[in-house]
């Protein structure tokens, strides 16, 4: 059959062509049409050396000589160009985004086989120069972007810590020393050891002396070791690889260790840390490096620990309950923070603090405390410490109309108030029968023994007049070691 000559058209393609013509015609005309039309080409080998690249793309990347960066690496002169991918794999690219400096570009990569199917290189088209032609696109990343960015802001902000060493309110001696002890360990990149009652303001100091340190400009994280479920604690501390246990997320997860990196981590209630875990923490505080949950891949760490714990240590090392090894590598720089039963002279200042942060986030006028109540403060045991003193006064703001909080408010707050450390001296009372003392409840043996040794030592103070040496002798202990024990128990040498 003849062929008219509208069945060809101005390339001399005719209708019904095979194949193999069609490739030969049509290849070379899709080439020059991409080259001419897109902002840039390049090619490399099996090698991902640069063979090729146009005028357009070397001057857009800043290269005056094209002809100097042929064999090159193509890493060399675009970082973030994935050409060795398509190469390595045989893959295309079809839609990408490649950042050169401060630009996008949208990209296109395909792989170069040669007659008989063989991968030789791969060419890489600039199709969009700053993705002009893919404004939505474009605007709605631009928009997850700028999400990303503020969220990982707010992350970084939430991760800050917040209090200095001069928020530990109080000048009283017990106060200035732990604040003087707590600015000398801010300077030591050390492992520090916060020892104190629950409420004392353990976590406030750890945030000060990270505020201090010349880790101040990295996260503060902060764990709660007891509020962990036990079988939880080694992926919240460590993470986990992908799929390490049954039900665990599919992508890896880090632990907080990894969260803290650079910066600071604070263990509180260290105490409760179960024993198998204990060896795994052992080892990250010595090497600084972690291995996740269910992985064989160990990662670097520059963290500072921070631990706390308002339990005798000792006690549950002799128990068997906590390593010794790792007690005396927390142990480094160990801080006795005073219970506020033994600085009582700071407890106007630490009511006038707390009423003004209460009346802040409260929105409510501020409150005033007559000096009645404020005596009547001062004697108290506070076991809760300043956290039951700020929870107190919350309550009787909340229950009381005027501007003045007098004993009458007060009282009925307190479980049991210290009468006799208010009462004015009288006469001697009746002789009265003693009641039997009321049955004591269970504690745990760690805190008993705790009890007893302390007992011990304001005995052996007391019977020796404060000399430490003779009640060191009389203990059948050292020095130092009585020192040590007067300062986890906040003992002076006269105290009795």
């Not at 007891?226 to 997320?249: C, K, N, Q």
């Not at 632990?255 to 179960?274: H, R």
């Not at 009372?429 to 043996?445: K, R, T």
Request: with cysteine.
């Amino acid at each position: 059959m003849a062929i008219s000559s509208h069945d060809l058209d101005q390339d001399g393609l005719i209708v019904g062509v095979s194949p193999e013509r069609f490739r030969a015609v049509a290849m070379p005309l899709l080439f020059d049409h991409l080259n001419a039309q897109c902002e840039g080409t390049i090619a490399v080998n099996r090698q991902a050396r640069i063979v090729w690249i146009n005028d357009k793309y070397a001057e857009k990347v800043g290269i005056r000589d094209p002809r100097s960066v042929l064999g090159k690496e193509i890493e060399e002169v675009l970082p973030a160009s994935r050409l060795r991918e398509v190469v390595e794999s045989g893959q295309p690219s079809m839609l990408d985004l490649m950042a050169f400096g401060s630009e996008h570009f949208v990209v296109t990569r395909i792989p170069l086989r040669d007659e008989d199917g063989t991968l030789v290189g791969a060419l890489g088209f600039v199709l969009f120069d700053r993705a002009r032609h893919l404004k939505p696109l474009m605007a709605k990343y631009n928009s997850l972007q700028s999400q990303l960015l503020a969220t990982q802001n707010e992350l970084a902000k939430a991760r800050r810590a917040r209090y200095t060493i001069a928020g530990f309110i109080g000048a009283s001696a017990a106060a200035s020393e732990v604040k003087r002890q707590a600015r000398r360990a801010a300077q030591l990149d050390a492992t520090v050891l916060l020892r104190g009652e629950t409420g004392t303001g353990k976590e406030l100091l750890a945030q000060g002396i990270h505020n201090l340190s010349p880790r101040a400009n990295g996260p503060f994280v902060a764990v709660n070791v007891a509020a962990i479920p036990e079988t939880l604690v080694e992926a919240e501390l460590f993470g986990t690889a992908p799929g390490a246990f049954t039900g665990a997320d599919r992508k890896a997860r880090i632990g907080k260790f990894e969260v803290a990196n650079g910066g600071t981590l604070f263990l509180d209630e260290i105490g409760d840390l179960p024993l198998p875990l204990q060896a795994k923490l052992l080892r990250v505080l010595q090497e600084q490096e972690v291995e996740p949950l269910g992985s064989n891949q160990v990662k670097p760490l520059n963290v500072r620990v921070i631990a706390a714990t308002h339990i005798d240590l000792e006690a549950k090392v002799a128990a068997g309950q906590f390593r010794d090894d790792l007690y005396y590598r927390l142990n480094v720089l160990a801080l006795q923070v005073p219970p506020l039963r033994q600085r009582r002279e700071d407890i106007p200042a630490l009511v006038e603090y707390l009423l003004d942060d209460i009346a802040n986030r409260s929105g409510l006028a501020p409150m005033e405390l007559t000096p009645a109540a404020l005596a009547l403060l001062g004697a108290q045991a506070w076991k809760g410490n300043v956290r039951e003193l700020r929870n107190l006064l919350e309550r009787a703001q909340l229950d009381t109309d005027g501007p003045l909080l007098d004993v009458a408010q007060l009282q009925p707050l307190l479980a049991a108030p210290s009468a006799p450390l208010l009462a004015t001296p009288a006469a001697s009372p009746a002789p009265q029968e003693v009641a039997p003392p009321a049955e004591e409840s269970l504690q745990p043996l760690a805190q008993s023994i705790a009890a007893a040794e302390r007992r011990a030592l304001q005995h052996a103070l007391a019977t020796c007049n404060g000399n430490r040496r003779r009640a060191a002798s009389e203990l059948g202990i050292s020095r130092a070691s009585l020192y040590s024990k007067l300062q986890q128990h906040g003992l002076s040498a006269r105290e009795q």
